[in-house]
C-alpha cells in the first residue's frame, strides 16, 4: 500500500527528479506555456502552484515597489523571494525575434504573476492533453498558466440553425404538395 507516499516517482532517484521539476517548474514560468508527458504535467501543476501561491499570499506586498513598503512587509517579501528562489534558477532566457532575453523568473513570479492571479482562489494552471508521441506513443499535453493565452481569433456568426419539430413539419407540408401537384 501507498500510504503517504503521494507524488509520482518516474523512475528516477530523489535528487533527479526533484532537479526534473525545478527545470520544468523554470521553463513553465519563463514560457508560459510547455509541452510535456500528462504524468509530468500532472505532477508540475503541484509544483508551481505551490510556488505562486506563495507569492499570492503576500497580496499587494508582493509587487508593490520596495521603496513603499514597511520595514515588516519588505521582510515578509524577501522571505518569500528567497523560498521562491530556493526552488526555481534566479534566471531564465527565452528567444524573442531570434535573440535570446534574460527573464528574472522570482521578479516575473512576484511582480507579473501575482498580480494577475491576484483574488484567484487557485487553479493558475491548464493542461490540456495533445495526442501520443510519434516516437513511444507517451500521452503529451501542453501545460500552461492561465490567461497567458494568446487572443482567441473571432468566430464567425453562427449558421441559420434547422428547424425542427413541428414547426418544421408544417414548413416543409406546404412546398411538398405543391411538388406533388407539378
Known amino acids: 500500500m501507498r500510504h503517504l507516499n503521494a507524488g509520482r516517482k518516474f523512475g ?3 535528487s533527479h527528479r526533484r532537479a526534473m521539476l525545478r527545470n520544468l517548474t523554470a521553463n513553465l514560468i519563463t514560457h508560459e506555456r510547455i509541452e510535456t508527458t500528462d504524468q509530468k504535467a500532472k505532477e508540475l501543476r503541484r509544483v508551481a ?3 505562486l501561491t506563495k507569492a499570492i499570499r503576500l497580496g499587494e506586498v508582493a509587487f508593490t515597489p520596495q521603496d ?3 520595514e515588516a512587509d519588505r ?3 524577501l522571505h518569500a523571494q528567497r523560498l521562491v528562489a530556493a526552488y526555481i534558477p534566479r534566471f531564465g532566457v527565452r528567444q524573442v525575434g531570434g535573440v535570446p532575453e534574460k527573464i528574472d523568473l522570482v521578479e516575473k ?3 507579473e504573476l501575482a498580480k494577475r492571479y491576484q483574488g484567484r482562489p487557485g487553479g493558475y494552471c491548464r493542461i490540456v492533453k495533445v ?7 507517451a500521452q503529451m499535453s501542453i501545460i500552461e498558466l492561465i490567461g497567458a493565452e494568446a487572443p482567441a481569433e473571432p468566430t464567425p456568426a453562427p449558421k441559420k440553425a434547422r428547424k ?3 414547426k418544421a413539419a ?3 407540408a406546404p412546398t411538398a404538395g405543391a411538388s406533388k401537384a407539378e
Do not use: P
Request: net charge positive; hydrophobic share 30%.
Open 109 to 111: 513570479v512576484f511582480v
Open 68 to 70: 513603499k513598503l514597511g
Open 12 to 14: 528516477r532517484n530523489t
Open 164 to 166: 425542427t419539430g413541428a
Open 131 to 137: 495526442g501520443g508521441r510519434r516516437g513511444d506513443n
Open 75 to 77: 521582510a515578509r517579501r
Open 170 to 172: 408544417t414548413a416543409a
Open 49 to 51: 502552484e505551490r510556488l
